[in-house]
């Protein structure tokens, strides 16, 4: 269960600086990204589970508690982060 940033980099002159400060964030990305990209790195995050949450759920199982994680997270990475946690069965979307 990684989180994959990637970083990238574009150079831009100055005058070309000075026009990115006009307008909303989305408008400057949108600038930014028809000027260019160029990849330099990806980043790999490990964010484990909070201590005790595997226990808590083990708990839970024992007195009878269907345990359900909701989360944003792909479907792969959130059964990895279930697993860890044993909440078992299979993802639903």
Do not use: Y
């Amino acid at each position: 269960a990684l989180r994959v940033i990637l970083c990238a980099i574009c150079f831009l002159r100055p005058e070309e600086v000075e026009a990115l400060d006009v307008g909303d964030v989305n408008e400057r990305l949108q600038k930014l990204l028809r000027r260019g990209l160029s990849f330099v790195c990806l980043f790999a995050v490990w964010d484990p589970p909070r201590e005790g949450v595997a226990e808590s759920v083990d708990t839970c199982h024992k007195a009878g508690i269907r345990v359900v994680m909701i989360t944003g997270d792909q479907q792969n990475t959130a059964a990895a982060i279930a697993k860890l946690v044993h909440i078992d069965g299979e993802a639903s979307l």
